[in-house]
């Protein structure tokens, strides 16, 4: 019996060519660095029954962007996985919640940045909006702090003050306020 229990789950991500086709996958935790390849992820903008937005703080412990604030959750879909049952999947695991109402508002979306260590991000990302009647119970590996926001607010700060907050985050807001959320 030895090794079970020290077996831990490998969690893959979906490699992309150029034209956002599947041509792969690779574990997460080898696939960020200074070169990483094209890959898909997502990202969730998490509102209350009152229009307040979800904000969390990145765990340190995160490999890209740690300490950093930014939006309700992100992710990667495992290969084979329908990019609507990550959300949900993570934000159970990251947040301890429930969402309803899952909208995908910007289906197109795709960025690359370099955190300070180097480690680049390069993702194709669409991004959702979902509604929780739930309060957070977040995973302290994944999100260190939250706080629920006026999303006008959190606008407001991705136009002026983008450095304060997650690079796709930064971008994402500003192109989700032209869209009226």
Same mark, same amino acid.
């Given at each position: 019996m030895s090794g $079970?229990?020290?077996?831990?789950?490998?969690?893959? $991500?979906v490699l992309l060519d150029d034209l956002r086709q599947p041509i792969g996958a690779a574990a997460k935790d080898e696939v960020h660095h200074g070169r990483t390849p094209l890959h898909l992820a997502f990202s969730c903008y998490i509102f209350d029954a009152r229009g307040r937005f979800l904000a969390t703080r990145r765990a340190l412990g995160k490999q890209t962007w740690p300490g950093v604030w930014t939006n309700s959750c992100c992710g990667h879909p495992a290969p084979g996985e329908a990019v609507e049952d990550a959300v949900r999947r993570r934000a159970s695991q990251e947040l301890g919640l429930r969402v309803e109402q899952l909208r995908l508002v910007l289906p197109d979306f795709r960025y690359r940045a370099v955190d300070v260590t180097g480690v680049v991000e390069n993702e194709v990302c669409p991004v959702y909006t979902a509604v929780t009647a739930e309060e957070p119970r977040p995973d302290?590996?994944?999100?260190?702090?939250w706080r629920w926001v006026d999303w006008s607010a959190f606008v407001g700060v991705a136009r002026t003050a983008p450095w304060s907050i997650s690079p796709w985050a930064a971008e994402q807001v500003v192109l989700l306020g032209q869209e009226g959320l």
């Amino acid at each position: 019996m030895s090794g $079970v229990m020290d077996m831990v789950e490998r969690e893959d $991500v979906v490699l992309l060519d150029d034209l956002r086709q599947p041509i792969g996958a690779a574990a997460k935790d080898e696939v960020h660095h200074g070169r990483t390849p094209l890959h898909l992820a997502f990202s969730c903008y998490i509102f209350d029954a009152r229009g307040r937005f979800l904000a969390t703080r990145r765990a340190l412990g995160k490999q890209t962007w740690p300490g950093v604030w930014t939006n309700s959750c992100c992710g990667h879909p495992a290969p084979g996985e329908a990019v609507e049952d990550a959300v949900r999947r993570r934000a159970s695991q990251e947040l301890g919640l429930r969402v309803e109402q899952l909208r995908l508002v910007l289906p197109d979306f795709r960025y690359r940045a370099v955190d300070v260590t180097g480690v680049v991000e390069n993702e194709v990302c669409p991004v959702y909006t979902a509604v929780t009647a739930e309060e957070p119970r977040p995973d302290p590996k994944e999100v260190m702090d939250w706080r629920w926001v006026d999303w006008s607010a959190f606008v407001g700060v991705a136009r002026t003050a983008p450095w304060s907050i997650s690079p796709w985050a930064a971008e994402q807001v500003v192109l989700l306020g032209q869209e009226g959320l």
